[in-house]
T-cell receptor
Framework: QKEVEQDPGPLSVPEGAIVSLNCTYS??????FMWYRQYSRKGPELLMY????GNKEDGRFTAQVDKSSKYISLFIRDSQPSDSATYLC???????????????FGQGTRLTINP | GAVVSQHPSWVICKSGTSVKIECRSL??????MFWYRQFPKQSLMLMAT?????????EQGVEKDKFLINHASLTLSTLTVTSAHPEDSSFYIC?????????FGSGTRLTVV
């Protein structure tokens, strides 16, 4: 069993829809949670960074963490064709900048927003 | 803020030659740099972790003599693919921890012919 599970999709929705992306994890040691957007042939772009259970909102994006259920989600409101990309969840056990620990990624979900 | 500049963005080299990829943290100090490899339609695969002034730690199955990593300063880490072969063709990405997460370079597409 993988430490982090993410449905690879593909997921296709109409423009303006609310998109829900999810990841589950098995290791309760994970403390920091991130969502990345990756366009083809580009490096991942950090969308959200959270470290506590609950919701965090940034513009059209909302990240949700439920540590008791080992479940994280990313919601995209008013989705746009430019949101079409692969979305990766990532998490790490901890460590500050000096002792940075490696990220564990989900498989990535390919999302297409249709005009 | 927290930008990692990666160069080159793409490179084509002949089989048997070496290629160097650079990652520079522009506005923060990258104590630790992570190097990834990504195949088409797959997630990122961690190759190695480098700490400034120390030897890199390689993941299982990654040849340290083929993928040389140098992290001589807090703002520069390099990956050299030595004696490259066609099977080394891939997308290579670096990443570093900053205050609010991990930031990634834009990636280098390596093609070995």
């Amino acid at each position: 069993q993988k430490e982090v599970e993410q449905d690879p999709g593909p997921l296709s929705v109409p423009e303006g829809a609310i998109v829900s992306l999810n990841c589950t994890y098995s290791n309760s040691a994970f403390q920091y949670f991130m969502w990345y957007r990756q366009y083809s042939r580009k490096g991942p772009e950090l969308l959200m960074y959270t470290y506590s259970s609950g919701n965090k909102e940034d513009g059209r994006f909302t990240a949700q963490v439920d540590k008791s259920s080992k479940y994280i989600s990313l919601f995209i409101r008013d989705s746009q064709p430019s949101d079409s990309a692969t979305y990766l969840c990532a998490m790490t056990k901890g460590g500050g900048i000096q002792g940075a620990q490696k990220l564990v990624f989900g498989q990535g979900t390919r999302l297409t927003i249709n005009p | 803020g927290a930008v990692v500049s990666q160069h080159p963005s793409w490179v084509i080299c002949k089989s048997g030659t070496s290629v160097k990829i650079e990652c520079r943290s522009l506005d923060f100090q990258a104590t630790t740099m992570f190097w990834y490899r990504q195949f088409p339609k797959q997630s990122l695969m961690l190759m190695a972790t480098s700490n400034e002034g120390s030897k890199a730690t390689y993941e299982q199955g990654v040849e340290k003599d083929k993928f040389l990593i140098n992290h001589a300063s807090l703002t520069l880490s390099t990956l050299t693919v030595t004696s490259a072969h066609p099977e080394d063709s891939s997308f290579y990405i670096c990443s570093a921890r900053f205050t609010y997460g991990y930031t990634f370079g834009s990636g280098t597409r390596l093609t070995v012919v």
